[in-house]
């Protein structure tokens, strides 16, 4: 049997540090091909007691080393010479004190791509702390987006690790990019990334917002999230059903919407004079109350199991019920469509990120021979030549046939690498760009063209084939059997162009009981476990009335805030670039698939797996302080508040001995070890001594990850900080409507370049640009103008 072709067959990656981050990149990488050769210090690594540890190891080969020891820095050196790409997550003065970074080893193995995977970027205030997820999540004021979730004020604490998704995905993507530009025998190059420009993705909107507050005040205002969280939307509201399980529904646009009230025996209210069928709420606000609370109860008439059964039979209803990311283990959809694996101890875990039909993952099981692989790349060195600097997709065409924020935010991540990414909206342009005064869709859609067509109309197919044609690859989001009736399906598309990539992003995968259901970005984070581990995996069971469920809901829809969507598009420009670096090794084109379930387990890494003797996921306190005494919030002096992460003992010494330095009386070292609950109550009282500014202007130069965790709202940190700042996270764009603005920045650098980004375009801003490329003339475009074939948005 004739073993079939790896993604990334022959690519070599040494893996060095204990970054999460880092690891699944690696394991990633691995999955789909790459020689991974991970290097394990002879004391241990600081990742190695990790529930997911063996998971993030699968696939590689092991190295026992001491970068800091002459004769293994000697073999270390060695393995530079002969690898791809160092995967590195040293601080950064560390790094340069070990002489690698990339000055350093460029001078001895030019071929080299050294891939620096940090905490909070390569310089600034906090760029050598001790890299913690939620050290930043608590800078950036992410935690301050999750207030109102429980009966206390202040930042609530963050548990899903995005940030470390987010990074590790990047990561990936950035590796697989800077391959395709250098080539086989090109020079190596520097990608940089972070956990903190992880978080960047998971700002949507407000950002822009408050650099046009006199559009958006009222917007604004809704968006705040220092007020207690709001009643959901109608369409975007959890409910508790008559078992006691709790459900969410996504029903954002209004032919979903007609489908719920149908089945739900709701459908009344439309005749209502007060109902508004655009914006899908009542007026005046006594009789859309009175709606939610008929809506709500409704609901409990009858146990989840029966409702989702109705919603799955109708097939047009987006719905799922709240599940752990223990029980999501055996989703049907999860399961169905690959997202979980068999262990060789008998669980499950992670399945591949995507699934390639022509070159699939392989993922590997049991003990790697390092010293075979080791003596395999010595035998055959890199030699590398110079090459012309740049993007890396710099020459790559995407075509985006895509809506809303996951597969077009996946698009615009390709765009800010280099690539050439062309949107293709129907007339009138992608819905997205009428809600919310068209913020999120300037978020997700800046460094694009855009065309607008008549896709029903023959002219307007016979146009976006000619686009097709062209393509490296292609994105869309339809639901299965819309692309065939309009015929840019993978087929029809792969006999015009064999060596596309088409990816195909969709709710529930094409499989399964859910594959030809809608969704939206409520659906996985519900599903997938992601909010109730933000809840604390503690709603009620008991039937509650209505002002509770006014009360519960709200706190649901703001724990399960916006980032199902950038989990899904992280995953859509891994997964792009998983496809063209397979038809750089074997000429294939072929299709790839992404799904918005499958996406959020890998998002939910920590915990998507079970195997004898796992330990529990480890949840926050009641009131969403933290993990533990060493690793949570404390209120200060001022009403400011800090996050403290210190769990190691050798922080935990530099904690002690900096309070000391300053005049303050520490917890004794005992104390602190003990992490319990006498070790809160000491803190508290210290912290309470003084403002959070002054605890980290004290201990961050102490090498302790003590920050403030209230400075800002995300949308003014990225604008304002000065890590932000220093390690220029944003980047300065035109709006085609509203002028100069800052966007966020790439999400990985590459070279230490500084490329110039651009804004989001109009809808068919771009038809007579594109159309000529494709051969059309002045007197074609404008008589497919005329016709409705071909739309403008107005400026």
């Not at 598309?493 to 969709?506: D, E, F, G």
Request: glycine share 10%.
């Amino acid at each position: 049997m004739v073993a079939m072709a790896e993604a990334l067959s022959d690519v070599r990656i040494i893996e060095l540090g204990s970054s999460p981050a880092a690891g699944l990149a690696g394991m990633i990488l691995a999955d789909f091909g790459a020689e991974v050769l991970r290097v394990a210090h002879p004391s241990g690594n600081a990742d190695d007691n990790l529930p997911a540890a063996s998971m993030y190891r699968r696939g590689k080969a092991t190295a026992t080393l001491d970068h800091n020891n002459p004769a293994d820095r000697e073999q270390l050196d060695a393995l530079c010479e002969a690898a791809d790409v160092l995967l590195c997550s040293l601080a950064p003065e560390a790094l340069a004190a070990a002489g690698l970074d990339f000055a350093s080893l460029e001078a001895r193995c030019s071929q080299l791509i050294l891939a620096h995977v940090t905490g909070y970027g390569a310089d600034g205030p906090i760029a050598n702390l001790p890299a913690y997820e939620h050290v930043a999540a608590a800078y950036a004021g992410r935690m301050l987006v999750f207030q109102g979730i429980v009966d206390r004020p202040g930042p609530v604490f963050s548990a899903l690790q995005v940030a470390t998704h987010a990074c590790a995905q990047s990561t990936a993507t950035g590796i697989m990019a800077a391959l395709l530009a250098r080539g086989d025998a090109g020079s190596g190059t520097l990608i940089e990334t972070s956990l903190l420009q992880g978080l960047l993705p998971y700002e949507q909107g407000p950002m822009l917002g408050n650099q046009f507050r006199e559009r958006f005040e009222a917007l604004l205002a809704y968006m705040d999230v220092s007020a207690e969280p709001p009643p959901p939307s109608l369409y975007y509201h959890p409910a508790q059903a008559g078992d006691g399980r709790w459900m969410q529904f996504g029903n954002l646009l209004p032919h979903l919407f007609d489908n719920f009230l149908i089945v739900t025996d709701l459908i009344d209210v439309i005749a209502d004079e007060g109902f508004d069928p655009k914006q899908l709420l009542l007026r005046p606000e006594e009789k859309h109350e009175a709606f939610r609370e008929r809506m709500l109860k409704r609901i409990q008439e009858q146990p989840a199991a029966a409702w989702m059964d109705a919603f799955i039979n109708d097939g047009g209803i987006v719905g799922t019920t709240y599940q752990t990311t223990q029980e999501a283990l055996e989703d049907p959809d999860i399961v169905a469509n690959g997202h979980v694996v068999d262990r060789p101890d008998g669980g499950v875990e992670l399945g591949p990120l995507a699934r390639l039909s022509e070159t699939p993952a392989n993922i590997g099981r049991g003990e790697i021979d390092a010293d075979a692989l080791v003596a395999r790349w010595f035998q055959n060195p890199r030699r590398p030549s110079d090459a012309d600097a740049g993007l890396p997709l710099e020459g790559i065409r995407v075509v985006e046939l895509a809506t809303i924020i996951a597969a077009p935010m996946g698009a615009s991540l390709l765009a800010d690498m280099g690539a050439d990414v062309v949107k293709v909206e129907q007339i009138g342009g992608d819905p997205f760009r009428s809600m919310l005064n068209g913020i999120g869709a300037s978020r997700v859609n800046p460094g694009k063209r855009s065309i607008s067509v008549d896709l029903k109309s023959t002219a307007g197919q016979e146009a976006v084939l000619k686009l097709l044609a062209t393509a490296d690859v292609v994105i869309h989001n339809y639901r299965p059997g819309v692309p065939e009736r309009l015929g840019i399906d993978y087929e029809a598309v792969r006999t015009l162009n064999p060596n596309v990539i088409y990816l195909q992003s969709n709710g529930y995968g094409p499989d399964g009981p859910g594959a030809l259901r809608p969704s939206t970005h409520p659906i996985p984070g519900a599903a997938m476990g992601g909010v109730m581990y933000q809840m604390g995996e503690a709603l009620p069971g008991e039937l509650q009335d209505f002002q509770s469920l006014r009360t519960w809901t709200s706190r649901l829809m703001r724990a399960n805030e916006v980032n199902p969507d950038p989990n899904t598009a992280l995953v859509i420009a891994t997964s792009a670039l998983l496809g063209l670096s397979a038809r750089e090794r074997t000429g294939l084109g072929q299709q790839v698939f992404v799904d918005m379930f499958g996406a959020n387990a890998w998002a939910n890494h920590d915990d998507f797996f079970r195997y004898p003797g796992k330990p529990p996921r480890p949840l926050a306190d009641a009131a969403m302080y933290g993990l533990n005494a060493l690793y949570r919030l404390y209120p200060c002096a001022e009403d400011q508040w800090v996050f403290l992460a210190a769990p190691t003992p050798a922080e935990q010494q530099r904690f002690r001995e900096a309070l000391q330095s300053a005049g303050y009386e520490p917890p004794s070292a005992e104390v602190l070890a003990a992490a319990d609950a006498g070790t809160a109550d000491a803190l508290m009282t210290l912290f309470e001594a003084a403002t959070a500014d002054t605890w980290q202007a004290l201990l961050v130069p102490a090498g302790v990850a003590c920050v403030r965790a209230d400075a800002a709202q995300p949308s003014e940190f990225w604008l304002n900080d000065p890590q932000s700042a220093t390690n220029e996270f944003v980047s300065t764009a035109q709006h085609p409507r509203w002028g100069a603005y800052r966007r966020h920045g790439p999400m990985v650098k590459f070279g230490g370049s500084k490329p110039v980004l651009a804004g989001p375009p109009l809808a068919g801003q771009h038809n007579a640009e594109v159309l000529a490329e494709l051969g059309y003339g002045e007197s074609q475009i404008s008589e497919l103008t005329a016709a409705g074939v071909l739309w403008q948005e107005e400026a």
